[in-house]
């Protein structure tokens, strides 16, 4: 814990950034009132000269200063946007003193948000050249080169993917959350209940998730509202039974719009011990073809550590099996720090990828979750130092690009190692698109079922209100019918004319 005396009067929200952006350097960063001590001394000056905004800021530690000054002429506006940017320049000078101090060195820069692509984009669709997005990026956000470039390269896959991305708001897309799991991995805060078939609660959680679907789907119909993709995510979607699967995507086939001109349907199958021929045969019966099955690592040894009860050639066996079946689009996840595994079991994991060539690849890198079992006995699991995490991280750029994948969706995450990201890699042509809805936040995403986060956004005006539904089977169960209530509510402030042809 770092504790840091702050001078000077700061309201809540400042101070929050101030800690966010220390928690890039520390593990925890605590500030203290003005006149105590911390183990830092931080001071910050601000002044006008002519039309510039200048800051100043000044760290002390055991008798060392470090100095920062950033200027930026006034960009105008109200007070709000004033106030953002006089907040940016405190961020700028904060971001170097404390790189200067620590050495070490932020390639997000002073972004501390989940979505950098977002960003990217606004600016594109503002009429900036892709050199001069670059200059932003760089000069107002200190972001490195090499992350620009990233982006850059994700902003083009993605707008290849899907050309109407910034047109995209008249649909919606679907996410349905299914909370079981055959265990709990130790680093997962999805809604993750092991699955035990006694006490009736899959049926009853099953009975209400189809309700959902119905009056959803009968208000898309209503408004002849297109559906651009389905996720079924969780959890893990295929613990359920075969005859259950069957069942619920018969639900979704008679009750969304338009099913022909649905772009993608992904099944998360996830966990290789949850995959069955017979399960596979359902996936097909309805047209399913982009499943993920999921690795996470090829080292036995973390995969008992993480708590997965499956063994590496139960991954291998049942990719293949998938793909013999004729699933031809198959994603595959990875997570870079996870115990006990360095530079050597990364390798590893990418060599044995490179024998299966699923269509993408998604490089995640350990986040600790506040409620994860790895958080909560932090001691018990020993993970790669930043230094490794970043050369793994490297590893996977330079395998992906050696294998013909190309990044398509980047995300960023709180309490991520060494403060790196997520990828998705994908051959071309077989990026998910749903991963780019979400992502980019271009459309609406109805989320059904436990754990299912929804996101209206009004097409015109491009606001978001969020609603969540329950994590928790047992109060999904109770409160279905007043979610699906206060969805429908939403959804008729931002459609409220049917869509027209
Ligand atoms: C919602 S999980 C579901 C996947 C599926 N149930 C499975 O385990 O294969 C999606 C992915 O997020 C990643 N993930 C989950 N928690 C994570 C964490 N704390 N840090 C890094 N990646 C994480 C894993 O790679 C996982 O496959
Ligand atoms: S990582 Fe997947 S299988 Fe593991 S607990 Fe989370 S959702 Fe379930």
Not at 29 to 55: A, C, H, M, N, W
């Amino acid at each position: 814990m770092q504790t840091i005396a702050l001078h000077g009067d700061f309201k809540e929200d400042w101070v929050r950034m101030f800690i966010h952006l220390a928690n890039l350097f520390f593990e925890e960063t605590k500030i203290s009132k003005k006149e105590e001590t911390g183990d830092l001394d931080l001071r910050f000056q601000e002044r006008q000269e002519g039309d510039q905004f200048v800051v100043t800021a000044e760290l002390t530690v055991q008798e060392k200063t470090y100095h920062a000054e950033f200027r930026e002429i006034s960009e105008g506006g109200n007070e709000k946007e004033q106030n953002r940017q006089w907040k940016r320049l405190y961020s700028h000078v904060l971001l170097e003193v404390l790189e200067s101090y620590t050495g070490m060195n932020q390639e997000w820069g002073i972004l501390t948000g989940i979505r950098p692509t977002k960003l990217y984009h606004k600016y594109r669709q503002e009429g900036h050249s892709a050199e001069s997005v670059k200059k932003l990026l760089m000069d107002k956000h200190r972001v490195s080169a090499r992350k620009v470039d990233l982006l850059e390269t994700i902003a083009d896959v993605q707008l290849t993917a899907v050309p109407d991305l910034y047109r995209v708001q008249e649909e919606v897309s679907i996410y349905i959350g299914i909370p079981f799991c055959p265990t709990k991995c130790a680093y997962c805060t999805f809604p993750a209940y092991a699955i035990h078939r006694k006490s009736g609660r899959v049926e009853t959680f099953l009975d209400g998730l189809h309700e959902e679907i119905r009056q959803l789907g009968e208000w898309l119909t209503e408004r002849n509202v297109k559906v651009t993709t389905i996720y079924f995510g969780g959890g893990t979607p295929t613990s359920i039974e075969a005859e259950e699967m069957d069942a619920l995507y018969q639900v979704m086939v008679e009750s969304f719009p338009f099913m022909k001109d649905v772009r993608e349907v992904t099944v998360e199958a996830g966990r290789p011990d949850t995959i069955t021929p017979a399960k596979i045969d359902v996936l097909k019966k309805f047209g399913i073809d982009r499943i993920s099955v999921n690795p996470q690592s090829y080292t036995d040894e973390t995969l008992k550590a993480i708590g997965r009860h499956h063994t590496v050639q139960e991954t291998i066996d049942k990719f293949k099996l998938s793909r013999s079946m004729g699933m031809n689009n198959i994603n595959m996840d990875l997570i870079i720090g996870l115990p006990n595994e360095g530079v050597e079991e990364f390798s590893h994991s990418l060599q044995e990828t490179e024998k299966l060539q699923p269509e993408s690849l998604t490089i995640h890198t350990l986040s600790f979750k506040r409620a994860s079992e790895m958080t909560r006995n932090k001691k018990k699991y020993e993970v790669a130092d930043r230094p490794t995490a970043e050369q793994m991280m490297k590893l996977g750029e330079e395998w992906t690009k050696a294998n013909g994948y190309v990044p398509y969706y980047l995300y960023r995450q709180k309490n991520i190692l060494g403060n790196l990201e997520n990828v998705g890699y994908s051959k071309p042509g077989e990026e998910s698109i749903y991963n780019i809805m979400i992502m980019e936040e271009v459309q609406t995403i109805i989320g059904i079922g436990c754990g299912a986060s929804s996101k209206f956004r009004d097409p015109k005006t491009g606001r978001i209100t969020q609603f969540h539904n329950p994590k928790d089977p047992a109060a999904y169960i109770l409160s279905y019918q007043e979610s699906i209530e206060r969805k429908l509510e939403l959804l008729d402030e931002i459609f409220p004319q049917p869509v027209s042809k």
